[in-house]
């Protein structure tokens, strides 16, 4: 499927980051590719924003003070009606065991930084085509 501008433009995402640096260049790689953006700067903020408005998809930082992006992926992935809800975890972790535990936990996928605007949307793009397809089915 071709994204077409309009279904770009009604696409949300969520942007989890301690980092209000990282948040702002993600930010503006999304939005310069057309997505709305809504950010969060921990994991107890991230899990507030989910619940408030579900994103169409979340971007989450793994190295964060208090709740790490671990924990937000599991308590997302247990939390009632979000268990489709596709995550990208995005991170400096790049080891095998941290990529690994990110999968199990069910992260869709686990891209590291840093990350090039194409790269980033074109994986955003992907985890939405997979949502979209099997909401189809």
Known sequence: MNWGIEEILSQSVLVVDDEPMARTL??????????????AENGADALVRVAEQTPDVVILDVMMPGMDGFAVCEQVRLAKGRAELPIIMLS??????????????????????????????????????????????
């Open 26 to 39: 993600l930010r503006l790689m999304l939005v310069r590719a057309g997505f709305e953006v809504v950010e």
């Open 92 to 137: 400096a972790k790049t080891d095998m065991q941290s990529v690994a535990r990110g999968l199990q936990l069910g992260a869709n996928k686990y891209l590291t930084k840093p990350i090039s605007p194409e790269e980033l949307t074109r994986h955003v793009r992907e985890v939405l085509q997979v949502t979209s397809a099997q909401s189809d089915d």
